[in-house]
């Protein structure tokens, strides 16, 4: 599973960005697919993420201001973020959770998010 992320970029607080990440490869053994971050000196967390279900999981800081989405052909994953605080100011990486017997983490380049107050 290869996955490539777009969409960061200089934002002001307040201000809205919407990642996507494509995946390519062997698709049909993507489980979760989701989105992480990682800020200068902190250790890297889920932001949000979707399983093959619908099902949709969000850190307790993002609820209510990040949406997490994909496509019907679970090729995209989407993140709109809203109402951005400059604390959401991280590396945004794009990950999966693949495998048909065992699960395999897959990771995207990250897209920075820079928002400024």
């Known amino acids: 599973v290869q996955l490539q992320a777009s969409g960061g970029g200089l934002v002001q607080a307040g201000g809205s960005l919407r990642l996507s990440c494509a995946a390519s490869g062997n698709i049909l053994s993507i489980n979760v697919l989701g989105w992480y971050r990682q800020a200068p000196g902190k250790q890297r967390e889920l932001v949000a993420a979707?399983?093959?279900?619908?099902?949709?999981n969000y850190a307790d800081s993002v609820k209510g201001r990040f949406t997490v989405s994909r496509d019907n052909a679970k090729k995209t994953v989407f993140l709109q973020m809203n109402s951005l605080k400059p604390e959401d100011t991280a590396v945004y990486y794009c990950?999966?959770?693949?495998?048909?017997?065992?699960?395999?983490?897959?990771w995207g380049q990250g897209t920075l998010v820079t928002v400024s107050s």
């Open positions: 979707i399983n093959s279900g619908g099902s949709r």
């Open positions: 990950h999966a959770e693949a495998g048909l017997v065992a699960a395999y983490d897959y």
